[in-house]
C-alpha cells in the first residue's frame, strides 16, 4: 500500500505544489485546503512554504487557526509524522506542535541560495534514514529564517537530541541559534525546518537530498504498515 | 430603556504594545539605530521597534488572552495593555 501524502493548503500557500510533486517520488499525495477537517485518508502532513493568510501579523500566527491546522494538532498528537517546511516551520512553531520561533534574519534581507546541512539527529520521522553527520544540499529561501530559543531551552533541545539540522559550519544563512536549521518534537513525528527539501529532489536542479527526507518518512510507514 | 435580558456593554478602546523581548537580537531596531547619525542625530542607543494594535472590545477581560494567543508570541514578545478608556 503507497504511503499517502498530504500537503496543506492555505491561501498564500507557495510551495504545496513543489511539495506535492516530491512527495509524489515516494508515495501518494493530495493537497488539503485549509478549510478541510479530515485527515483520514492521510499518512503523512507536510506544511508547506509559502505566506500563509499573507503572514500579516507574524509568520505563522493566522495560519494556526485554520481548520485544518486542528486536524493537524490532532494528527500529530496521535503520533502521525508531520513535516513543517519554512513557513511550514514557522506555523507549527506559533501552533506550540514545536519548541522555539522563527525571528526576522540578522541582516534583514530575504536570503536564497543553496546551503549544506548538517544532519544532528535521527530520532525524527523524516532522518530516521539519515546518518548522524552526514551532509545534505538543500535551498534556503526566507526572510524570517533566524531560530530562537532561550538559552535553557536550547540545551534541553540539544541533550534530548531535539535538534534535527544544523547549517554546516560558516553557512548559517539567517542568524539561527546555535547555527539549528531544523528541530523536532520530544516524541519525533513532528519536525520543523527552514530549508526546502521539496526543493532538492533531482539532480538536475543540483541536488536530489532533500528527497531522503520523504524517503525517510515513507519507508517509517511502509515498515509500520508491514508489522501491523 | 427596557432590558433585554442581558448587561449592554460599552465598547471599550484599547492600545497594545508589543515589543522585542529585552535580549534578543532586533535588526529592524539595529537598522534604524545605525541610520540615526547620518541625519544628524546623535547620542540615540537602544532602539527598538515593535507594534502597536489598537482595537475596541465589549469584553476588556479577555484582552490578555488575546494577546497572548494572537496578537504577541510571549516566547519573543512583551506585550503591554496600555490604555482602556471608553469609546
Not at chain 1, 498564500?12 to 501518494?28: K, L, M, N, P, T
Not at chain 1, 560558516?170 to 519536525?191: C, K, L, T
Given at each position: 500500500?503507497?504511503v499517502?501524502f498530504g500537503?496543506?493548503q492555505?491561501?498564500?500557500?507557495c510551495?504545496?505544489?513543489?511539495?506535492?510533486?516530491?512527495c509524489e517520488?515516494?508515495g501518494?499525495a493530495r493537497?488539503v485546503?485549509?478549510e478541510?477537517r479530515?485527515l483520514?485518508d492521510?499518512?503523512v502532513?507536510?506544511?508547506?512554504?509559502?505566506?500563509?493568510?499573507?503572514d500579516?501579523?507574524?509568520?505563522?500566527?493566522?495560519?494556526?487557526?485554520?481548520p485544518?491546522?486542528?486536524?493537524?494538532?490532532r494528527f500529530?498528537?496521535e503520533?502521525?509524522?508531520v513535516?513543517?517546511?519554512?513557513?511550514?516551520f514557522?506555523?507549527?512553531?506559533e501552533?506550540?506542535l514545536?519548541?522555539g520561533?522563527?525571528l526576522p534574519?540578522e541582516?534583514?534581507?530575504?536570503?536564497?541560495r543553496?546551503?549544506?546541512l548538517?544532519?544532528?539527529s535521527t530520532?525524527?520521522?523524516?532522518?530516521?534514514?539519515?546518518t548522524?553527520g552526514?551532509?545534505?544540499?538543500?535551498p534556503v529561501?526566507h526572510?524570517?529564517?533566524?531560530?530562537?530559543?532561550?538559552?535553557?531551552l536550547l540545551?534541553e533541545?540539544?541533550?534530548?537530541g531535539?535538534?534535527?539540522l544544523r547549517?554546516?559550519?560558516?553557512?548559517?544563512?539567517?542568524g539561527?541559534?546555535r547555527d539549528?536549521a531544523?528541530?523536532?518534537?520530544?516524541?519525533?513525528?513532528?519536525?520543523?525546518l527552514?530549508p526546502?527539501?521539496?526543493?532538492a529532489?533531482?539532480?538536475?536542479t543540483?541536488?536530489?537530498?532533500?528527497?531522503?527526507?520523504?524517503a525517510?518518512?515513507?519507508?517509517?510507514?511502509?515498515?509500520?504498515?508491514a508489522t501491523a | 430603556m427596557?432590558s433585554?435580558g442581558?448587561r449592554y456593554?460599552?465598547?471599550v478602546k484599547?492600545?497594545v504594545?508589543?515589543r522585542?523581548?529585552?535580549?534578543?537580537?532586533?535588526?529592524q531596531?539595529?537598522?534604524?539605530?545605525?541610520a540615526l547619525?547620518?541625519?544628524g542625530f546623535?547620542g540615540?542607543n537602544?532602539?527598538r521597534?515593535?507594534r502597536?494594535?489598537?482595537?475596541?472590545?465589549?469584553?476588556?477581560?479577555?484582552?490578555?488572552?488575546?494577546?497572548?494567543?494572537l496578537?504577541?508570541?510571549p516566547?519573543?514578545e512583551?506585550?503591554e495593555?496600555v490604555?482602556?478608556?471608553?469609546a
Amino acid at each position: 500500500m503507497p504511503v499517502r501524502f498530504g500537503v496543506i493548503q492555505f491561501p498564500g500557500s507557495c510551495d504545496e505544489r513543489d511539495a506535492v510533486a516530491a512527495c509524489e517520488r515516494v508515495g501518494e499525495a493530495r493537497l488539503v485546503w485549509h478549510e478541510e477537517r479530515d485527515l483520514s485518508d492521510i499518512d503523512v502532513v507536510i506544511v508547506p512554504g509559502g505566506f500563509s493568510y499573507g503572514d500579516y501579523l507574524r509568520a505563522g500566527a493566522i495560519a494556526r487557526f485554520a481548520p485544518a491546522m486542528e486536524a493537524v494538532a490532532r494528527f500529530a498528537a496521535e503520533g502521525g509524522p508531520v513535516l513543517g517546511i519554512c513557513n511550514g516551520f514557522q506555523v507549527l512553531c506559533e501552533a506550540g506542535l514545536l519548541p522555539g520561533a522563527l525571528l526576522p534574519n540578522e541582516n534583514l534581507r530575504f536570503v536564497c541560495r543553496q546551503v549544506d546541512l548538517v544532519v544532528a539527529s535521527t530520532g525524527s520521522a523524516f532522518t530516521a534514514e539519515l546518518t548522524e553527520g552526514e551532509r545534505l544540499s538543500v535551498p534556503v529561501k526566507h526572510m524570517s529564517g533566524r531560530y530562537y530559543a532561550p538559552g535553557e531551552l536550547l540545551d534541553e533541545l540539544e541533550a534530548a537530541g531535539q535538534v534535527v539540522l544544523r547549517y554546516a559550519p560558516g553557512q548559517n544563512p539567517n542568524g539561527s541559534a546555535r547555527d539549528i536549521a531544523g528541530v523536532r518534537n520530544a516524541a519525533g513525528n513532528v519536525m520543523g525546518l527552514m530549508p526546502h527539501p521539496e526543493h532538492a529532489v533531482d539532480e538536475l536542479t543540483g541536488s536530489a537530498d532533500g528527497l531522503r527526507l520523504f524517503a525517510s518518512a515513507a519507508a517509517g510507514l511502509r515498515a509500520v504498515h508491514a508489522t501491523a | 430603556m427596557p432590558s433585554r435580558g442581558r448587561r449592554y456593554f460599552c465598547p471599550v478602546k484599547a492600545r497594545v504594545l508589543i515589543r522585542p523581548k529585552e535580549g534578543i537580537l532586533d535588526p529592524q531596531g539595529k537598522a534604524v539605530e545605525r541610520a540615526l547619525p547620518a541625519l544628524g542625530f546623535s547620542g540615540i542607543n537602544h532602539v527598538r521597534v515593535g507594534r502597536l494594535v489598537e482595537l475596541e472590545t465589549e469584553d476588556p477581560s479577555r484582552l490578555g488572552e488575546l494577546c497572548e494567543k494572537l496578537l504577541a508570541n510571549p516566547l519573543i514578545e512583551d506585550y503591554e495593555i496600555v490604555e482602556l478608556q471608553e469609546a
